[in-house]
Nanobody, 115 residues
């Protein structure tokens, strides 16, 4: 069973930065795709960014130019660098990994952007 553990969330002021990390129990390069999702209060979960086995990345419109998804081979993590954060980025951020037809989810990490 795949386990994903997110870290790096917290409270940050508008315009600030956070770096989220997702630690996987399997080699991250064994996954077909890894992604970050978020769920805003009262909203459905939405895609933030993804990276596939061929290193192709995909970003939601709101993340373009502000967020960067990357994989760290040495640490076996998938990271989400978030810059110029806004109050409407406040959400629980989830890591997801696709292995075959199954998708594994982490437990989520809270990000709050407020002055």
């Amino acid at each position: 069973q795949v386990q994903l553990v997110e870290s790096g969330g917290g409270l940050v002021q508008p315009g600030g930065s956070l770096r989220l990390s997702c630690q996987a129990s399997l080699n991250i390069f064994s996954f077909k795709k890894m992604a970050w999702y978020r769920q805003l209060p009262g909203k459905e979960r939405e895609l933030v960014a993804s990276v596939d086995a061929g290193r192709t990345t995909n970003y939601a419109d709101f993340a373009m130019g502000r967020f960067t998804i990357s994989r760290d081979r040495a640490k076996n993590t998938v990271n989400l660098q978030m810059n110029n954060l806004r109050p409407d980025d406040t959400a629980v951020y989830y890591c997801a990994a696709a292995l075959g037809s199954a998708v594994a989810w982490g437990q989520g990490t809270q990000v709050a952007v407020s002055s």
